[in-house]
């Protein structure tokens, strides 16, 4: 069974980085994980999504080039390197997985499994 859990959220200026971590228990090489995050009266938007296997990273046009997500698969750590944030970036972040999927295509999947979410505010 997948359970995932958050950290490395924070406060920092724009132009600033951080990276946030996910650890993610109980994943295989058929498992799609994804970073999602909600910003405050906004719906929850899907950042980017990753094979466990394949490894095929996808990203959201707000954050192509800018975001990098990684996967440790000998940690069960999954990663979102965060570089030259903005103030719209500031959102509540969320891990998430969907377990034994059938191909390597991550992006247009219904994700199930969610940690519990962590902040990241930028400022200007």
């Known amino acids: 069974q997948v359970h995932l859990v958050e950290s490395g959220g924070g406060s920092v200026q724009a132009g600033n980085s951080l990276r946030l971590s996910c650890a993610a228990s109980?994943?295989?090489?058929?498992?799609?994980l994804a970073w999602f995050r909600q910003a405050p009266g906004k719906d929850r938007e899907k950042v980017t999504t990753?094979?466990?296997?394949?490894?095929?990273?996808l990203y959201a046009d707000a954050v192509k080039g800018r975001f990098t997500v990684s996967l440790d698969n000998d940690e069960n750590m999954l990663y979102l390197q965060m570089n030259n944030l903005k103030p719209e970036d500031t959102a509540v972040y969320y891990c998430?997985?969907?377990?034994?999927?059938?191909?390597?295509?991550?992006?247009?999947?219904?994700?199930?499994?969610w940690g519990q979410g962590t902040q990241v505010t930028v400022s200007s």
């Open positions: 990753i094979h466990a296997g394949a490894k095929n990273a």
């Open positions: 109980g994943i295989d090489d058929n498992t799609c």
């Open positions: 998430a997985a969907l377990a034994s999927v059938s191909g390597a295509w991550c992006w247009p999947r219904y994700y199930n499994i």
